[in-house]
């Protein structure tokens, strides 16, 4: 131990100690990776495809049409990926109930492996983006300062500084994220469903993408200052101003220019 | 003198004034008013509880102590919060220390508030009492006495006779404000060159790089449907980048290019990617909200609407003019890169905006 | 009940402290004069109270404000608790403001008084300026207080709009943003007061220095000078009463400052205080670590300013965008009517109505007489109902303010929500005047009918002949008062527009079209019950208690339709038939 305490000083150390890091790195990454990859689309088997198919058959083919290539108004779904099925499929905004200005987010029709059997074999179509790993979507290994600097440019024109969701034009809207798991929140990124505009590797690298999830995590703490009143900003501040503030005081006024029984 | 012109002499005897009544117009006498009821005078007294009941009056002292003796409770739990309930590191943390020290501070205040409205109502004197109003308008002789004041004043500074010296005096008072405003006006606008509402950032292979991270943009990586938040390179070794940016702000989308109904040049685009400022032409809100099935684009602010696809032509809203395009074509390394600066102001129209 | 011959300590000492002061300052003529003033009693003269002691808040927790709060744009790295914002650069004003939010104990809670009381304030002054409105006690003397009153708003939203930006974040900055795009618009000046609120091109480096300076300083201080101002008027006129019995145009009822009003009105500082303490403790407000320092690149959905300026951003949203023009050929000037009209011309005109209306109104009535006395607002229509479209119009602009809210709240579409707004801004304060006027008459009848009839009992009688009828109790002659006391205003009356030798006479255009004026405010009306008029109802409805319409005195309704002045007017047929008249 006495050699190693005097090499400390070595102007190699630095060296030595980054290379065994990388390689600790490296070693952990190994580890760790595969574990991740289980939940990956990767794993897809024929079996898998061919449940997908016979449900996609059953409920989707209507209007993407059998060969899911859709028609006028509605997309073609060759190349969209596991993670457009996924996200579409898992919030429940496909299948699609009725017409509307943009298809809303309701309890999913079908269960985990079902929707992974239809995302594995409209994934078999075309190559699209798979479904992210969970190390992906962690939100503890993101840091959210970043998170936020990139939501604010990227995202809060429409979903509201915070998440609290927004208004589009003609009826369509940005929804509210607090709810959305994470792996959605991932999806609906690379895959940019409806409204949304694609947000590639390019764009956000998939660590910003984890970031931002970051930032999203902390929102679920509630404000620092006491009830949120649903982080929507000046407007509803004003509403509780005059509701609450104001209903309190000219109460208490009421009362004292009262004549006392 | 009365009312010479009909809405009903004042029942009351209001303070009428010398000269106040009348018009200054050329109005017609009415006709005498309807007759009106008398004031019936102070109606009867009604006594409450505690006037009358002893014990409803030791009551209502009781609960006016109780709540000065509430105000103290809440003092008291206000410092033992501040000591014993710091901010702290969390959310949670910081939000328990603002409701301990809030709470004990409303406590504080309602306490003695409620306590010294309770005793006036229910244990002070409650016999109303009148008191008689005077018209403002001072007497006649109170006026004259004033007027000859100001003209002995006059008379004794003899400004009336000096015409001279009366206009130095107003030329000197109307001229030495200019020694405070001068100064003012010719700094306070730093050089008052107002043609740089005129120029942004951009220039002829100036890269297109990603807000905020700076990141250089391929324009092979940019996927249909896309949109990116772009900055010109170099901005943060401009020399005020936040001004800078202000103007230079560009929002770039991907489309099929058979989507494009047209631009504002020929070539600005390239292979479907159009890049637009994102300085709104209506007030100069950030428009950045881009529907990509629709391909508009909205503004949060006040909703102008411009359609991408053909020119960012407005659709919707208060904006007159489209959002200004960047011509763009991509350099040897495939990135993206200006061709020239916009080819008119940004931003929100002002008057010399085409001089 | 000490009424001890012998001294304590205490009073000894405050004797002499008494006698002290009063060598040096004569303040006993003061004590005496003011000690037992009296002012009457009633909830709604306590509005502008609230306004007064929220601004007495806004001072004490400001004050606390400015020892931690640095007004500088200076960027730093922000090293703190607050996670998203760690490591981060920004404004050392943003990151004051997360300092003393995060790490001053209390500091959170001083700022979230502190914004919950401007937005108290300006409701406060928007309420009292109301009840002001809709009583009448902006007449004379206090046309001038009312003025005042309203300059005190006008500071109100300076000091709003000021403080609102300090903390240099994402939301308020867009704001600034957009004050720079209204400036901007304004014709030939308008880059020239771009570049001198911001100090060159915006953002720049001075605007907070500069809007700091404004809010901590130059607003207050006028505030507080006009405040002295707006109440040594309301010490001088002594405070309006609302009628009833025993209260005249020529006394003030009520009680007396001490101690009834050092108890009540100082008490309610305290509640004032305290309820906004307890929103503070209770409800975030302006979170701004959420919006983050500002940039010029990114908005959030939700871009709004505080309830106050929010009619002007829904005024900008309703604007159609075709009204900007290039005068003067193709590179010519630009003229954004655009912004001009709905964040200039609008306010301009609501405000200016505001401000003006108590001359408007005594043009109109041709009355020099001091009032005193508040007017129940049935008893004045045209006022009433006035104020109400005009509140109407507000309230609109409010709404489209916050459309995009009402579109995600309740499904609709923002374009569908704004079209209908621009067409409710036109409508919906001209319906709200109509009905608010017909209200006002029909309470106006309900009074006079309950003058002339009584209260209903429920008792049914049978007479010998066979008849059944109602029994109805007459109103005491206090209850009737506050039914009878007002004087009913008709429209003025003016000289011929030529004399009796055919001669046009001067000023003639002028008092035509006061007389118009006049009309408007004055023409329909129902006028109070007269002593005869009762008298008759008495006599006729010995046997009807419940009358009939056709029983009553005829002069109960005049509605600007008779085109002869004829029929149910009180006045006599000579004189105002249409000649003498001169419609």
């Given at each position: 131990?006495?050699?190693l305490?005097?090499?400390?000083?070595?102007?190699?150390?630095?060296?030595?100690?980054l290379l065994?890091?990388?390689?600790?790195?490296?070693?952990?990454?190994a580890?760790?990776?595969?574990?991740?990859?289980?939940?990956?689309?990767?794993?897809?088997?024929?079996?898998?495809?061919?449940?997908?198919?016979?449900?996609?058959?059953?409920?989707c083919?209507t209007?993407?049409?059998?060969?899911?290539?859709?028609?006028?108004g509605?997309?073609?779904?060759v190349g969209v990926?596991?993670?457009?099925?996924?996200?579409?499929?898992?919030?429940?905004?496909?299948?699609l109930q009725?017409?509307?200005?943009?298809?809303?987010?309701k309890?999913?029709?079908?269960?985990?492996?079902q929707?992974?059997?239809?995302?594995?074999y409209?994934?078999?179509?075309?190559?699209?983006?798979?479904v992210?790993?969970?190390?992906?979507?962690?939100?503890?290994?993101?840091d959210?300062a970043?998170?936020m600097a990139?939501?604010r440019?990227n995202?809060?024109?429409?979903?509201?500084?915070?998440?609290?969701g927004?208004?589009?034009?003609?009826?369509?809207?940005?929804?509210?994220?607090?709810?959305?798991?994470?792996?959605?929140?991932?999806?609906?990124m690379?895959?940019g469903p409806?409204?949304m505009?694609?947000?590639?590797?390019?764009t956000?690298?998939?660590?910003?993408?984890?970031?931002i999830?970051?930032?999203?995590?902390?929102?679920?703490?509630?404000?620092?200052?006491g009830?949120?009143l649903?982080?929507?900003?000046p407007?509803s501040?004003?509403?509780?101003?005059?509701?609450v503030?104001?209903?309190?005081?000219?109460?208490?006024?009421?009362?004292i220019?009262?004549r006392?029984? | 003198?009365?009312m010479?012109?009909?809405?009903?002499h004042?029942?009351?005897d209001a303070?009428?004034?010398?000269g106040?009544?009348?018009?200054?117009?050329?109005?017609r006498e009415?006709?005498?008013?309807?007759?009106?009821?008398?004031?019936?005078?102070?109606?009867?007294?009604r006594?409450?509880?505690?006037?009358?009941?002893?014990?409803?009056?030791k009551?209502?002292?009781?609960?006016?102590v109780?709540?000065?003796a509430?105000?103290?409770?809440?003092?008291i739990?206000?410092?033992?919060?501040?000591?014993?309930?710091?901010?702290?590191?969390?959310?949670?943390?910081?939000?328990?220390?603002?409701l301990?020290?809030?709470?004990?501070?409303?406590f504080?205040?309602?306490g003695?508030?409620?306590?010294?409205?309770?005793?006036?109502?229910?244990?002070?004197?409650?016999h109303?009492?009148?008191?008689?109003?005077?018209?403002?308008?001072?007497?006649?002789?109170?006026?004259?006495?004033?007027v000859?004041?100001?003209?002995?004043?006059?008379q004794?500074?003899?400004?009336g006779?000096?015409g001279v010296?009366?206009?130095?005096?107003?030329?000197?008072?109307?001229?030495?404000p200019?020694?405070?405003?001068?100064p003012?006006i010719?700094e306070?606008?730093e050089?008052?060159?107002?043609?740089?509402f005129?120029?942004?950032?951009?220039?002829?292979?100036?890269?297109?790089?990603?807000?905020?991270?700076?990141?250089?943009?391929?324009?092979?990586?940019?996927?249909?449907?896309?949109?990116?938040h772009?900055?010109?390179e170099?901005?943060?070794?401009?020399?005020a980048?936040?001004?800078?940016?202000?103007?230079a702000?560009?929002?770039l989308?991907?489309?099929?290019?058979?989507?494009?109904?047209?631009?504002?040049?020929?070539?600005?685009?390239?292979d479907?990617?159009?890049?637009?400022?994102?300085?709104?032409?209506?007030?100069?809100?950030?428009?950045?909200l881009?529907?990509?099935?629709?391909?508009?684009l909205?503004?949060?602010?006040?909703?102008?609407?411009?359609?991408?696809?053909?020119?960012?032509?407005?659709?919707?809203g208060?904006?007159?003019r489209?959002?200004?395009?960047?011509?763009?074509?991509v350099?040897d390394?495939g990135?993206?890169v200006?061709?020239?600066?916009?080819?008119?102001?940004?931003?929100p129209?002002?008057?010399?905006?085409?001089r | 009940?000490?009424?001890?011959?012998?001294?304590?300590g205490g009073?000894?000492a405050?004797?002499?402290t008494?006698?002290?002061?009063?060598?040096?300052?004569?303040?006993?003529?003061?004590v005496k004069?003011f000690a037992?003033?009296?002012f009457?009693d009633?909830?709604?003269?306590l509005?502008?109270e609230?306004a007064?002691?929220?601004?007495i808040?806004?001072?004490?927790?400001?004050v606390?404000?400015?020892?931690f709060?640095?007004?500088?744009?200076?960027?730093v790295?922000y090293e703190?608790p607050?996670?998203?914002?760690?490591?981060?650069?920004?404004?050392?004003?943003?990151?004051?403001?997360?300092r003393?939010?995060?790490?001053?104990?209390?500091?959170?809670?001083?700022?979230?008084i502190?914004h919950?009381?401007?937005?108290?304030f300006?409701a406060?002054?928007?309420?009292?300026?109301?009840?002001?409105?809709?009583?009448?006690?902006?007449?004379?003397?206090r046309?001038?207080?009312?003025?005042?009153?309203?300059?005190?708003?006008?500071l109100?939203?300076?000091?709003?709009?000021?403080g609102?930006?300090?903390?240099d974040d994402?939301?308020s900055?867009?704001?600034?943003?957009?004050?720079?795009?209204v400036?901007r618009?304004i014709?030939?000046?308008?880059s020239?007061?771009?570049y001198?609120?911001?100090?060159?091109?915006f953002p720049?480096?001075?605007v907070?220095?500069?809007?700091f300076?404004?809010?901590?300083l130059?607003?207050?201080?006028?505030?507080?000078?006009?405040?002295?101002l707006?109440?040594?008027?309301?010490v001088?006129?002594?405070?309006?009463?609302?009628?009833?019995?025993?209260?005249?145009n020529?006394?003030?009822?009520?009680?007396?400052?001490?101690?009834?009003?050092?108890?009540?009105?100082?008490?309610?500082?305290?509640?004032?205080?305290?309820?906004?303490?307890?929103?503070?403790?209770?409800m975030?407000?302006?979170?701004?670590?959420?919006?983050?320092?500002y940039?010029?690149?990114?908005?959030?959905a939700?871009?709004?300013?505080?309830?106050?300026?929010l009619?002007?951003?829904?005024?900008?949203?309703?604007?159609?965008?075709?009204?900007?023009?290039?005068?003067?050929?193709?590179?010519g000037y630009?003229?954004s009517?655009?912004?001009?009209?709905?964040?200039?011309v609008?306010?301009?005109?609501?405000?200016?109505?505001?401000?003006?209306?108590?001359?408007i109104?005594?043009?109109?009535?041709?009355?020099?007489?001091?009032?005193?006395?508040?007017?129940?607002?049935?008893?004045?229509?045209?006022?009433?109902?006035?104020g109400?479209s005009?509140?109407?119009a507000?309230?609109?602009?409010?709404?489209?303010?916050?459309n995009?809210?009402?579109?995600?709240?309740?499904?609709?579409?923002?374009n569908?929500?704004?079209?209908?707004?621009?067409?409710?801004?036109?409508?919906?304060?001209?319906?709200?005047?109509?009905i608010?006027k017909?209200?006002?008459?029909?309470?106006?009848?309900?009074?006079?009918?309950?003058?002339l009839?009584?209260?209903?009992?429920?008792?049914?009688?049978r007479?010998?002949?066979?008849?059944?009828?109602?029994?109805?109790?007459?109103?005491?002659?206090?209850?009737?008062?506050?039914?009878?006391?007002?004087?009913?205003?008709?429209?003025?009356?003016?000289?011929?527009a030529?004399d009796?030798?055919?001669?046009?006479?001067?000023?003639?255009?002028?008092?035509?079209?006061?007389?118009?004026?006049?009309?408007?405010?004055?023409?329909?009306?129902?006028?109070?019950?007269?002593?005869?008029?009762?008298?008759?109802?008495?006599?006729?409805?010995?046997?009807?208690?419940l009358?009939?319409?056709?029983?009553?005195?005829?002069a109960?309704?005049?509605s600007?339709?008779?085109?002869?002045?004829?029929?149910?007017?009180?006045?006599?047929?000579?004189?105002?038939?249409p000649?003498?008249r001169n419609?």
């Open positions: 131990m006495k050699a305490a005097a090499r400390r000083h070595d102007r190699r150390a630095p060296v030595v100690l065994l890091a990388l390689l600790l790195t490296g070693a952990l990454y580890v760790l990776a595969p574990t991740s990859a289980d939940a990956a689309p990767a794993a897809a088997t024929a079996d898998e495809v061919e449940t997908g198919e016979k449900l996609f058959q059953a409920n083919a209007c993407h049409g059998p060969e899911a290539t859709g028609r006028e509605v997309p073609s779904l990926g596991a993670a457009a099925v996924d996200f579409q499929v898992g919030t429940g905004r496909m299948p009725m017409n509307g200005p943009q298809a809303p987010a309890p999913a029709q079908f269960d985990e492996e929707i992974a059997a239809l995302a594995a409209v994934a078999s179509l075309g190559a699209g983006p798979s992210p790993t969970a190390e992906q979507v962690d939100g503890s290994l993101g959210p970043n998170g990139l939501f440019t995202c809060a024109m429409c979903h509201n500084a915070v998440g609290a927004g208004a589009l034009s003609e009826g369509k809207w940005a929804p509210n994220l607090w709810e959305t798991t994470p792996t959605h929140v991932y999806e609906a690379v895959t409806q409204s505009p694609v947000f590639n590797e390019a956000l690298t998939s660590e910003e993408k984890r970031d999830i970051a930032f999203l995590d902390l929102q679920g703490q509630g404000a620092p200052g009830l949120s649903g982080s929507l900003g407007v501040e004003g509403l509780w101003a005059w509701v503030g104001m209903g309190l005081l000219i109460g208490a006024a009421v009362w220019g009262a006392s029984s | 003198m009365s010479t012109h009909g809405h009903g004042d029942g009351q303070p009428e004034q010398n106040t009544a009348g018009s200054d117009v050329a109005l009415g006709e005498d008013a309807p007759e009106k009821f008398p004031n019936p005078g102070f109606g009867p007294h006594p409450r509880r505690a006037d009358v009941d002893p014990r409803a009056d009551r209502a002292e009781r609960q006016v109780a709540l000065f509430l105000s103290v409770l809440g003092t739990g206000f410092i033992v919060a501040y000591f014993a309930v710091p901010p702290g590191d969390t959310i949670a943390s910081m939000r328990t220390s603002n301990a020290l809030g709470l004990g501070l409303a504080a205040l309602l003695i508030g409620l306590a010294a409205v309770h005793w006036a109502k229910s244990l002070m004197n409650d109303e009492k009148a008191e008689d109003r005077h018209a403002q308008r001072s007497t006649d002789q109170t006026r004259a006495e004033a000859q004041v100001l003209r002995d004043g006059v004794d500074s003899g400004i006779r000096r010296l009366k206009g130095a005096l107003v030329s000197s008072l109307a001229l030495f200019l020694t405070i405003a001068l003012l010719g306070v606008g050089d008052w060159n107002v043609s740089k005129k120029r942004t950032l951009w220039a002829k292979n100036k890269k297109l790089t990603i807000d905020p991270s700076g990141r250089p943009i391929k324009a092979a990586d940019v996927t249909i449907g896309s949109v990116v772009v900055i010109p170099g901005l943060d070794e401009s020399e980048p936040l001004d800078e940016k202000a103007k702000v560009v929002l989308v991907r489309m099929d290019p058979r989507d494009i109904k047209s631009e504002q040049g020929e070539g600005w685009s390239y479907g990617i159009v890049a637009f400022s994102k300085i709104c032409t209506h007030v100069g809100c950030p428009v950045a881009y529907e990509q099935q629709t391909h508009h909205l503004c949060p602010c006040h909703q102008s609407t411009f359609d991408v696809a053909d020119s960012a032509k407005v659709v919707f208060p904006a007159k489209p959002l200004p395009q960047l011509p763009i074509t350099d390394e990135y993206l200006a061709q020239s600066d916009f080819h008119e102001p940004i931003g129209s002002f008057w010399e905006r085409l | 009940m000490s009424t001890t011959t012998a001294p304590t009073s000894k405050a004797a002499a008494a006698d002290y002061l009063d060598q040096r300052t004569g303040i006993g003529t003061a004069e037992r003033k009296i009457p009633h909830w709604s003269f509005l502008g609230i007064l002691y929220s601004f808040t806004l001072l004490l927790s400001g606390f404000l400015t020892m709060f640095v007004p500088s744009m200076t960027e790295h703190g607050w996670p998203s914002a760690n490591g981060v650069e920004m404004s050392e004003a943003y990151a004051s403001t997360l003393l939010s995060f790490e001053v104990t209390g500091g959170l809670l001083m700022r979230q502190h919950w009381a401007a937005l108290i300006m406060a002054i928007v309420t009292h300026m109301m009840r002001v409105f809709f009583t009448g006690a902006f007449r004379k003397p046309e001038l207080n009312w003025v005042v009153g309203f300059v005190l708003m006008i109100g939203l300076a000091a709003g709009f000021t609102y930006s300090l903390p994402v939301l900055g867009n704001g600034l943003r957009i004050t720079d795009g400036v618009s014709p030939i000046l308008g020239y007061l771009s001198f609120i911001f100090g060159g091109e720049g480096h001075d907070i220095p500069r809007l300076t404004m809010h901590i130059v607003v207050p201080g006028l505030i507080l000078a006009l405040v002295a707006h109440l040594f008027f309301v001088l006129h002594k405070h309006t009463q609302y009628p009833g019995s025993g209260r005249t020529a006394n003030v009822v009520g009680y007396p400052l001490f101690p009834i009003y050092v108890a009540k009105a100082g008490g309610y500082f305290f509640v004032v205080f305290g309820v906004i303490a307890l929103m503070g403790a209770t975030s407000i302006n979170p701004v670590w959420n919006y983050g320092p940039d010029p690149s990114p908005v959030s939700g871009a709004q300013p505080d309830w106050y300026m009619f002007l951003e829904g005024s900008l949203r309703l604007m159609p965008g075709q009204t900007e023009y290039v005068l003067f050929g193709p590179d630009t003229l009517l655009n912004v001009l009209i709905p964040a200039v609008v306010p301009g005109v609501l405000f200016s109505l505001l401000a003006l209306y108590p001359f109104e005594a043009f109109a009535t041709g009355d020099k007489r001091e009032h005193h006395v508040l007017d129940r607002p049935r008893n004045r229509p045209f006022r009433t109902a006035f109400v005009v509140l109407m507000f309230f609109i602009l409010v709404l489209a303010g916050s995009d809210l009402i579109a995600t709240h309740f499904d609709l579409s923002i569908d929500i704004t079209w209908v707004f621009r067409f409710l801004f036109f409508l919906a304060p001209w319906a709200a005047f109509v608010t017909r209200i006002c008459l029909g309470l106006q009848r309900k009074d006079r009918e309950l003058v009839h009584g209260h209903e009992t429920g008792q049914i009688v007479f010998a002949s066979g008849e059944y009828i109602e029994v109805h109790k007459p109103l005491d002659p206090h209850e009737r008062w506050l039914r009878v006391q007002h004087d009913a205003i008709r429209p003025i009356e003016i000289e011929p030529e009796s030798r055919g001669v046009r006479r001067k000023g003639y255009g002028l008092d035509r079209m006061r007389q118009r004026l006049s009309q408007a405010f004055y023409e329909d009306r129902v006028e109070p019950v007269t002593p005869a008029e009762l008298e008759a109802s008495h006599s006729h409805g010995e046997h009807d208690a009358g009939s319409d056709q029983e009553k005195a005829p109960q309704l005049i600007e339709g008779a085109p002869t002045g004829g029929g149910t007017r009180l006045r006599p047929q000579d004189e105002t038939g000649d003498t419609r």
